[in-house]
């Protein structure tokens, strides 16, 4: 989420020109985030009272962060949503350079005890509202990271999950096609890259998920290989320590 302020909002019969003025102050202006988060996606053990999530501001200047968790709908407002998670404080200053520590916390709601449960957490960082002696671009930065819930007992590791993925190739008619995977254990399984077939016929897609004990169709512009048994997929998936592992499987009849 991100947000343009200027000094002065610009009449209809200015509208273009204002967007000249701003994509001129877009190339001339520097911004980037100042919020430091330690990790990409975040596992509560069901064993495990309160985890500790470590934030900071590597900026020259005070930022105001916001913390919130949802269930997967991003447009939510923070104030209406029910989740079995606290997590303080829920709105912080950080200083330059400060560094601290989020508390998440499990209300003890019931959960399913046999796969994991998904939520989001949201970071939104607000940027310092100090005078300023000319034009310059400011930007609220909101970023969400996956929370896992992991309830004790799971049989096998979620590291392993990927490589029990079954993957199927569905033709659909006209070139077009879908490709199915499968999952058969408790974990989420997140892919940060899946590529299939080479050279000028490879596909490449990212950001999917494919959820405990359920499946994943994945629609592809054209079938990616001669046949279905000659396909293989090539994934990159990130692990429970934040790594990437890369691999391959062939997709089955």
Known sequence: MRYLEGRDMPRRADVGRWLLAALLLWCSAWAQADLSIAGTRFIFP?????????VGNIGQAPILLQAWLDKGDAKASPSGLAVPFVLSPPISRLEPMQRTALMLRYSGEPLPGD??????????????????TENVLRLAYRMRMKLLYRPQGLTGTA????????????AEGKGEGALLASNPTPYYVSFAQLALGSGSRSISLQGITVEPFGSA????????????DQAVVHYQVATDSGETLSGSARIQD
């Open 46 to 54: 069901a064993n495990s009272s309160v985890i500790s999530i470590r």
């Open 217 to 228: 169709r994945i629609a592809l512009p054209e079938v990616p290989g001669t046949t279905p």
């Open 159 to 170: 590291d392993q999950a990927v490589r029990q993925l079954r993957w199927r190739f569905a």
């Open 115 to 132: 796969r994991e449960s998904v939520f989001w957490i949201n970071f939104l960082e607000v940027p310092s509202r100090l005078p300023v």
